[in-house]
Structure formats: structure tokens, C-alpha cells
């Protein structure tokens, strides 16, 4: 069992990472797209990177390293900025943009009508939309399915060992679970949630990232788990469905692109790949080759079914999920990262 120092290690590398990079110094000529890798960061390289940059004249890198927070406030800060834009969340892009080290958005360059009302940011755009899904193996419980967060919490109508992120990403869940309502989420309760996580803290697997997650679930050695909703596509698609989940409650964020200030490529270059990421046929094939749900509402509105059927915003279900406090996390993620590696997921 991953003692607490392995883990607040761990933690501390996913905000606190200094602006190192295995890739060479940018080049004259050319864009360089950070990610985190996967199948959205393959997706990001090949559908929106290589496009952009045939159709701007120019070359193009991506870094899968991971553009943490943590790693775009040093390269800032130390004037080494080696990325023009980054795969990011939007809570992210409100703190780093408050703290002076993001470009602002020019909605002059990227279409704004195209982007959710709440997707146009002072210093990103929400390209996507995910959720923090209930996923569960259907040979486990067969004719009566877990729907909400508090069968996954029930151990005895639903037994079966559990799986969730070690650095959290469901606080919500667990007070969802312990009765509170969605309007009164927030601040997080954070007593009354680890108080939930404990309680079922011996019969929980955690691990360290979505593809470890989909194993676990789908080799047997959990019966749910806490997904994101894209992870738990690629689960769904390669287990012949064997593997489901229940959108009902399902956390729901966005998927945001963010330009460190003194990109090397130059502010231009930058808002013109975000403007990019928003074109019809860019959203499409995000959407059915990420399992993203589409930041421009007329691209969900006409998706093929076998990625609506991923898809947050799917009129189906997009209404019973809750929506992350974006503005709560940008002041609070580390805290509750490290506040939930310390009390539940190490001894």
C-alpha cells in the first residue's frame, strides 16, 4: 500500500513541477502544442496541431509531458516559456490568467459565437466538456445497476471493491452521496466528505491515472470506479460495453486551451491555433476520436451516435449532472489535492 510520502511526492509533482522539458528549444517557424498525453493529447497532436500548422506554413512539436500549473507558472516566471499553448482545465486557466502568466484571449482572432456561453474565458476557451462519471461493470450487477453516487457508496446493496483517483477529483461525490444538496456544494464540506471516503476506505482501490482505472474495472479488480467521462469511453468501446456508467450526478468541467505569457511563437501564432480548435470539423473529430463533448453547441447538436452517446452535454442526461465551481478550485485544487492524499487515500 502507497505509504502518505509516496503520495504527497506524487502530488507535489502535479503542482510543482519546474519548467523541465525533454524536447528541444523551440524552433524559428514553429508552433509547439503542450498536453497530457493519451488519447485526448494523440487526438490534440493529430487532428488540431498538424492541421493548424499545414495550413499556417510552419512546423509543429507536441510535449505529452503535462502542462501543470505548477510547470507553466515556473517557465513564466523564469522567462524559459517553451510551449505557445496548453491542454488545460478552466479553473486553471482563471487562477494562472488572475496571476499575470497567461496571454489574454482575442476574440477578434477566435470566433467567440462559437464557444458555450460560459466557454468564452478572460484567458482560455473550453474546446470540450467532460464529466466525472460512476462507471461499473455490467456481468457485476446485471439488472440493477448503481445510478447514483450514493449506490456507490452503499457497499452492502452493491458490494464489490471501488476504485477513484488518489488525488480525488470527487469531493463532490462523496457530499452528493452523504445527502447535501447540488445548490449547497459549495464551500465543500470537506470534514463531512472525508468522513464518506472513510467509510469505505478498506474496500477501495486507488490509482494513479484513468488508464489504470479502466484495468482495474475492466480486469475484475474493482466493480465501479470514479472515471472521466473520456476515459471511460475508450473503457466502454473496447469491453464491447461490457462496461457502463450512469451519467446522473456526474461532476461536469472543460476541457480549456491556455497560451503561457511570452509564448515563443508569439501571442498571433497562439490565437490562431485556439481559433482552429473551434472549427466544425476540428470539434468533430475531437468529439468522435477524444469522446470529448464538442465547446461549439451546433457540433453536439449533430453528432453521430456512437459520440453522443459520450457526450456531457447530450440533452439525454446533460441536465443531471452538476457543474464543477470553477471559480472554488481555482483557489482551492492544490489544498484539496493534497488535503485528500493526506486523510484518505495514503495509511
Known amino acids: 500500500m502507497p505509504t502518505r510520502r509516496s503520495f504527497l511526492t506524487a502530488a507535489a509533482g502535479a503542482t510543482l513541477l519546474p519548467a523541465f522539458s525533454l524536447r528541444p528549444a523551440f524552433a524559428a517557424g514553429e508552433v509547439v ?3 497530457f498525453g493519451g488519447g485526448l493529447g494523440g487526438a490534440l497532436r493529430d487532428i488540431l496541431l498538424k492541421s493548424y500548422a499545414e495550413k499556417a506554413g510552419l512546423s509543429f512539436a507536441d510535449d505529452p509531458s503535462g502542462p501543470l500549473a505548477g510547470r507553466i507558472r515556473a517557465m513564466v516566471q523564469e522567462k524559459n516559456v517553451i510551449w505557445d499553448a496548453c491542454d488545460s482545465v478552466s479553473y486553471t486557466a482563471i487562477r494562472l490568467g488572475r496571476d499575470g502568466l497567461l496571454e489574454p484571449i482575442d ?21 470540450g466538456a467532460y464529466s466525472v462519471v460512476l462507471a461499473y461493470d455490467r456481468e457485476v450487477y446485471k439488472d440493477s445497476p448503481p445510478s447514483t453516487w450514493a449506490d456507490y457508496f452503499d457497499l452492502q446493496k452493491f458490494p464489490g471493491k471501488r ?3 488518489q488525488y480525488g477529483y470527487a469531493w463532490e461525490a462523496a457530499l452528493l452521496a452523504d445527502g447535501v444538496a447540488p445548490d449547497k456544494l459549495y464551500p465543500l464540506d470537506t470534514e463531512r466528505a472525508i468522513a464518506k471516503f472513510r467509510s469505505i476506505r478498506d474496500e477501495t482501490l486507488f490509482f494513479a491515472s484513468g488508464a489504470e482505472g479502466i484495468a482495474a474495472l475492466r480486469d ?4 465501479m470506479a470514479i472515471l472521466f467521462s473520456m476515459e471511460f469511453a475508450k473503457g466502454a468501446i473496447d469491453s464491447n460495453d461490457r462496461l457502463a456508467c450512469s451519467w446522473n450526478q456526474g461532476l461536469k468541467g472543460s476541457t480549456t486551451l491556455v497560451v503561457p505569457k511570452g509564448n515563443p511563437a508569439g501571442p498571433q501564432v497562439a490565437m490562431g491555433l485556439l481559433a482552429h480548435a473551434m472549427a466544425p470539423q476540428i470539434q468533430l ?8 463533448g ?7 447538436a449533430s453528432l453521430p451516435k456512437e459520440a453522443a452517446r459520450f457526450d456531457p452535454n447530450n440533452p ?4 443531471q449532472q452538476v457543474p464543477w465551481n470553477d471559480e472554488y478550485y481555482a ?17
Open 316 to 319: 439525454e442526461w446533460a441536465d
Open 163 to 165: 476504485g477513484m483517483w
Open 331 to 347: 483557489e482551492n485544487e492544490e489544498k484539496l489535492i493534497e488535503l485528500f492524499i493526506d486523510r484518505v487515500a495514503s495509511n
Open 294 to 300: 464538442p465547446g461549439d453547441p451546433a457540433i453536439s
Open 33 to 35: 502544442l503542450a498536453t
Open 220 to 223: 475484475g479488480e474493482v466493480s
Open 107 to 127: 476574440y477578434d482572432v477566435v470566433d467567440k459565437s462559437r464557444l458555450r456561453p460560459d466557454g468564452a474565458l478572460e484567458y482560455g476557451i473550453n474546446y
Open 285 to 292: 473529430e475531437l468529439a468522435k476520436t477524444a469522446y470529448i
